[in-house]
């Protein structure tokens, strides 16, 4: 039996992170074999927000890449694209906007909660309105089963759901109603504990080098109660442990985890020890990706190969798409 395909995407507004890496790119690496993979650049969406200054776009979409290929996403095994090279994509968008009922979108949560809060930039567009319109579009066009993405972006795929079956039902039946393949929520927070974010300034990136990584983890903010090196922490509410989870190994972690909370460890040599094992852990990744920057030619052919791979696909959809609304 062939196997199931997945689509999803990332806009390309900033490298990688760690808050990326836990919260997405790994569940995207475990789903590479049981799935037949399309992950994408949606860069179309990222000027939705961008439009002022699209250079971020073109300098950020190669250094995604690396970063996808870095953390073991193969590309002999996905299919990688970039959303403006596939045309057929604003065509979709085009067709779905006919379709799609205004209040769909302006009771859209995300919608709501983005322009109360990117009070910066002015989002108050048809673009902006239209995100999930195209978004319903990337998905569609490749008619997939299933879309691997965060919490956050459950309600758009619900209006995707909605969009394809309004479709069918106005035309006929085109495309499967794909589910929402919720990504677990990462444990890594900020080194401020709040979501990271490159906004926030308090991501750690996979570029980082070992300096910035010291740096960082030394300003990380610990279990908030335990302010003296006498107090007892608790682990569980601490981001720093949440890493050690991650990156130390088992033994350490259960150490760690006794000794704080008798305050027989302090937070300083606490983080020490974890920024070790992240550099360690961090390093076949960085290694990767010195490999990829020195050969970027090989990255570009993956992406052409990909892209043409998807442009395939997309032009077969778009002849069923136009027969059904009965254009040519
Ligand atoms: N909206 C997504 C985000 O902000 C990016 C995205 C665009 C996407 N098109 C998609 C995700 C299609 C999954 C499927 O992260
Ligand atoms: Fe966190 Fe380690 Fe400090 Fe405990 S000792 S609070 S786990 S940094």
Known sequence: MSKKRIVSGMRPTGKMHLGHV???????????????????????????????????IKETTYEIIMDWISVGLDPDVCTFFIQS?????????????MITPLPWLERNPTYKEQLRELTQRDIYTYG??????????????????????GEDQAPHVELTREIARRFNHLYTDVFPVPDVLLTPTSKVLGIDRRKMSKS?????????????????????????????????????????FSFHEIYSDEQTVNEIDGACRKAEIGCVECKKMMAEALKKGLAPIRE?????????SKVKEIMREGCQKARDVASETMKEVRAAVKLP
């Open 288 to 296: 990767k990706r010195r490999e990829l920057e020195a050969d970027i």
């Open 128 to 149: 902006f309105l239209g995100y999930p319109v195209l978004q319903a579009a990337d998905i569609l066009m490749y008619k997939a089963h299933g879309v691997p993405v």
């Open 85 to 97: 090279e596939i045309k057929e994509h604003a065509e979709l968008h085009l067709i779905f906007s």
């Open 200 to 240: 926030y300034g308090n991501a750690i990136f996979l570029t980082d080098t070992d300096e910035e990584i010291e740096r960082k983890v030394s300003q990380m903010i610990t279990d908030p109660q335990r302010k003296r090196r006498k107090d007892p922490g608790d682990p569980g509410i601490c981001n720093v």
């Open 22 to 56: 836990h919260g997405a790119l790994l569940n995207w690496k475990n789903l590479q074999h049981e799935y037949e993979c399309y992950y994408f650049i949606a860069d179309w969406h990222a000027l939705t927000s961008e439009y002022a200054n699209p250079t971020i």
